[in-house]
């Protein structure tokens, strides 16, 4: 079992930045795979960024692609998520995911956080 707590969101103009970070309890967490998704008011959750369980390989939204990035730090049980540029289309609340498998779905991953707002403002 893990569970997963963000941390990091908060209200920033536009072209600033932000880190988000998502710490994880139990012995397992370099077993898992991560995930930021996010989800904005009236649209569906959507993967932002996903790291494998050794930090090998990441994986990126187009839209987020060169601005943001994933790191895991598998010692200290926790994940980021580096936003630079930020854009008004970047507010939504974030969260945190974990799956035992590399996956691309929400539905992939068993492991939720409990979210954090991300507000860019114009």
């Known amino acids: 079992q893990v569970q997963l707590v963000e941390s990091g969101g908060g209200l920033v103009q536009a072209g600033g930045s932000l880190r988000l970070s998502c710490a994880a309890s139990g012995r397992t967490f370099d077993y898992y795979a991560m995930a930021w998704f996010r989800q904005a008011p009236g649209k569906e959750r959507a993967l932002v960024a996903r790291?494998?369980?050794?930090?090998?390989?990441?994986g990126y939204a187009d839209s987020v692609k060169g601005r943001f990035t994933i790191s895991r730090n598998n010692s200290k049980n926790t994940i980021y998520l580096q936003m630079n540029n930020l854009k008004p289309e970047d507010t939504a609340v974030y969260y945190c995911a974990a799956s035992t498998i590399y996956g691309l779905e929400d539905y992939e991953y068993r492991h939720w956080g409990q979210g954090t707002q991300v507000t860019v403002s114009s």
């Open positions: 790291i494998s369980w050794s930090g090998g390989s990441t």
